[in-house]
């Protein structure tokens, strides 16, 4: 892409409306705009970024074997009715009433509606286990919409159903769950630690929120110093083995919210106690909504029973930001590469140059064809300025082209992270991005 050609617009300051600093960088790197209170339109550059999340997401969802569907925001009050939540959801429910006064409700979650596709659909035992998931958008009316994206009222999520016969069964199924987050945080470049969390009435062990720790986060965390230092997908299992032992023995290291966190247990531990964002949930609920809504199935003895459930969420749209509170510094955002809205960006320090211009041309034609995803700042701007707009955009390679070096045939690479650079030749730039470009 072609920076002239493009619509980025930064800002140098930072936006007064900002509190936090992920909100600031998404509005001064022109990611977001909102349009109403906690509600946002998705700039170019902060599209790419969530359509990268979203990739990320549905191939891991993929992997762990779970199917993807779409349930529409707008759903009936009726459908809520039959599980009770229609009152009990109180003033975050966006309400509704169509023109033949029907109500209608916009959808903060998807429960009572998957649960309707599956008693529809579903009868015997032999059409479990089912894991079916979905990326849509949810509205709640949240009483203090705030920090951008990170308190939305319209929030992009990720929320997946296991319908399972027995209890055994859905504890297998919360399993691979359990696993396929943390292979999809790490994917997505981003520590996100798994925390007891609290279950409701329902109890038991089956409720994890993922959390990601920084100092702006809403929670109140802790946990063991292993969780931040070791890497929690040593020695994973595959999806087909018995997952079991590797649920045991991440979880037997503490990790708790404030909610579940018991002083008693951490006498003697090195622990964390920090600020975290939640940036997924999962959940085992078991026939909750499976009861009252009679989605039940026959068993092989020929008596029927509710389906076993749980729900998997991810906020989508959230974790745009929580990246961003865990990796940025003073200049601007440090995008993990498989999230980052361009790999690179190409700086011609000199526009309008015959010979600077040739070769940032041909490096840039090179990079497509390589499918290298590369920014061209090809502006008549001051060097300050694209460098600035460089590092506050945060692609994690920048490329100088500049009139001294572009002599040698030369051009430099720098490091986003830690602002190494190297002078290499336009072959081993180009064999260098393809090598290390994300494949999502
Ligand atoms: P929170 O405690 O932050 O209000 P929640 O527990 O109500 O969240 P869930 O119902 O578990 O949220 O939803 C799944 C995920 O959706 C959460 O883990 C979070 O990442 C995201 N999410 C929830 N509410 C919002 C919101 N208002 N804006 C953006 N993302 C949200
Ligand atoms: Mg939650």
Request: charged fraction near 25%; hydrophobic fraction near 40%.
């Amino acid at each position: 892409m072609k920076r002239s050609e493009y619509f980025i617009s930064t800002l140098m300051s930072d936006p007064a409306e900002a509190q936090i600093v992920s909100h600031k960088l998404m509005l001064r790197a022109g990611m977001i705009q909102q349009m109403s209170a906690g509600i946002y339109s998705w700039l170019p550059l902060g599209l790419r970024v969530l359509q990268n999340i979203q990739s990320i997401i549905r191939k891991e969802q993929e992997n762990a074997g779970s199917i993807e569907v779409l349930m529409p925001t707008l759903q009936s009050a009726d459908l809520w009715r039959e599980s009770g939540r229609y009152d009990d959801y109180g003033k975050e429910m966006l309400r509704i009433t169509d023109r033949q006064n029907r109500e209608m409700l916009y959808g903060p979650t998807n429960e009572e509606m998957i649960t309707d596709i599956v008693r529809t659909h579903i009868h015997s035992y032999r059409e479990v286990p089912k894991n079916f998931w979905h990326m849509q958008w949810k509205f709640r009316d949240e009483i203090r919409p705030r920090f951008g994206l990170m308190r939305g009222r319209e929030f992009l999520m990720k929320d997946g159903y296991s319908f399972d016969l027995t209890y055994d069964d859905a504890k297998r199924s919360y399993y691979k769950m359990f696993l396929s987050y943390l292979r999809t945080f790490a994917a997505l470049g981003v520590r996100a630690i798994p925390m007891r969390a609290d279950s409701g009435p329902i109890g038991g062990e089956m409720s994890h929120e993922f959390i990601v720790l920084a100092e702006t986060g809403e929670s109140q965390v802790f946990c063991d110093k292993s969780w931040v230092e070791e890497d929690a997908l040593q020695d994973a299992p595959h999806y087909n083995e018995d997952l079991e032992p590797f649920f045991k023995k991440l979880t037997a290291r503490y990790s708790a919210t404030e909610e579940k966190h018991d002083p008693d247990m951490v006498k003697n531990l090195d622990l964390v106690s920090a600020r975290g964002i939640e940036v997924g949930h999962i959940f085992y609920f078991g026939t909750k909504y499976s009861q009252p809504m009679k989605a039940s199935v026959t068993h092989p003895d020929g008596t029927e029973h509710p389906l076993e459930m749980g729900s998997y969420g991810i906020g989508v749209s959230r974790l745009v930001a929580a990246i961003i509170e865990a990796s940025h510094d003073d200049k601007g955002i440090i995008w993990p590469a498989s999230v980052a809205p361009f790999f690179a960006i190409l700086i011609n320090l000199k526009n309008g140059d015959t010979d600077t211009d040739a070769l940032a041309n041909s490096l840039y034609l090179a990079c497509q064809e390589k499918n290298i995803s590369v920014l061209y700042d090809d502006r008549d701007e001051r060097a300050g300025v694209k460098f600035a707009d460089a590092d506050l955009i945060g692609s994690p390679w920048q490329v100088i082209v500049s009139p001294r070096n572009c002599a040698m045939q030369k051009v430099e690479l720098k490091n986003r992270t830690n602002s190494e650079t190297h002078l290499l030749s336009v072959e081993e730039v180009l064999a260098f991005l393809a090598d290390k470009k994300p494949v999502i």
